[in-house]
């Protein structure tokens, strides 16, 4: 073999050792993007997942909410009724005492003088 074939099977080598290289450094590259993309995913089911919770807290705090208030407002509503009864209650004692007062007024009132 002379030195012409011989430089050009050793350049012919290099070259397909290059080639295999750049064919490796490019399967890296996709294993890379293909790593990439499950990150991507898994941050963004991660991201869905938080997301979700949120929501179902938020919604059971607004239900905690209401139900507090729907108490609240019966509470209120009792305590009204107990106060309407103890005012009626009041203005009939104070109705009674009225008319004890104007009947003790007229049996101690001073005779008046007829003409």
């Known amino acids: 073999m002379t030195e012409f074939e011989a430089a050009t099977v050793a350049f012919q080598q290099a070259s397909l050792e290059i080639h295999r290289t750049s064919l490796e450094i490019q399967q890296a590259g ?5 790593a990439t993309l499950w990150v991507g ?12 919770v949120q929501c179902g807290l938020i919604y059971a705090g607004l239900r905690y909410m209401r139900r507090a208030a729907d108490h609240r407002d019966q509470q209120h509503e009792e305590t009204m009724r107990v106060l309407e009864a103890q005012t009626a209650a009041q203005q009939g004692r104070h109705e009674e005492t009225m008319r004890a007062l104007e009947a003790l ?11």
Do not use: C, F, M, N
């Not at 996709?30 to 293909?34: G, K, N, T, V, W």
């Not at 007024?105 to 003409?115: E, K, N, S, Y």
């Open 41 to 52: 995913l898994v941050q963004a089911g991660v991201a869905l997942l938080v997301g979700a």
């Open 105 to 115: 007024i007229l049996r101690t009132a001073p005779p008046t003088p007829t003409q």
């Open 30 to 34: 996709l294993e890379i993007s293909r």
